[in-house]
């Protein structure tokens, strides 16, 4: 069965340091996406980052950066620089891969960040 | 600019009325739509998986008759909460995949639905 543990349920940090936020998943799948959403109180999701399962290069992207970690089946995301306007909840989330596609996404619980001004 | 149009975005209503959401890719065909339920301060929760021309496979303990999917063009899917109760109330999320299914899911902006 697919599981993902998001193990910080809430995390407060002033703003401008760097916070990283925690994902291990679970999956008997060989090919599979890994993703992380951002959920702003208005509560649309907001897509980050979408990993294929073969590719575990590191992602940067801006202020955020991705470390995919096979081998411990992690998938951590960081904010360097924090600014006020990242407090929201973050979801990690996995689905199988295939063909290709990205099929139904099994979200974690989520960590609620707080940037504290 | 919105790639999946969810309708509408907040519904309050009585006990007992059914409400319609509806899940509307705007410039992609989507085989395959996804419907989820996120309680508050909780995650989101698959509910079904909407097929066009075909019956949606609902995910364990979530009544089909009680929530009904439709999915009748490749740009439209709908779900239907019959007989709405305050345990209902609840984020609805919709999501879809293009035809290619290249590109991520995109999700809808939700609807948010309140049972008095």
């Known amino acids: 069965a697919q599981k993902v543990t998001q193990a910080q349920t809430e995390i407060s940090v002033v703003e401008k340091e760097d916070v990283t936020l925690d994902c291990v998943y679970e999956?008997?799948?060989?090919?599979?996406?890994l993703f992380w959403y951002k959920q702003p109180p208005s509560g649309e999701l907001v897509f980050l980052i979408r990993r294929n399962s073969f590719d575990e290069q590191n992602e940067i992207s801006g202020r955020y950066s991705w470390n995919f970690q096979k081998s411990t089946s992690s998938f951590n995301f960081t904010i360097t620089a924090s600014q006020v306007v990242d407090s929201a909840v973050y979801f990690c989330?996995?689905?199988?891969?295939?063909?290709?596609?990205?099929?139904?996404?099994?979200f974690g619980k989520g960590t609620r960040l707080h940037i504290l001004p | 600019g919105a790639v999946v149009s969810q309708h509408p975005s907040r519904v309050i209503c009585k006990s007992g009325t059914s409400v319609k959401i509806e899940c509307r890719s705007l410039d992609f065909q989507a085989t395959t739509m996804f419907w989820y339920r996120q309680f508050p301060k909780q995650s989101l929760m698959l509910m079904a998986t909407s097929n066009e021309g075909s019956k949606a496979t609902y995910e364990q303990g979530v009544e089909k008759d009680k929530f009904l999917i439709n999915h009748a063009s490749l740009t439209l899917s709908t779900l239907t909460v019959t007989s709405a109760h305050p345990e209902d109330s609840s984020f609805y999320i919709c999501s879809a995949r293009d035809t290619s299914g290249y590109q991520p899911q995109h999700f809808g902006d939700g609807t948010r639905l309140s049972i008095l």
């Open positions: 999956t008997r799948d060989t090919t599979y996406y």
């Open positions: 989330a996995l689905s199988e891969a295939g063909r290709n596609r990205d099929d139904k996404i099994i």
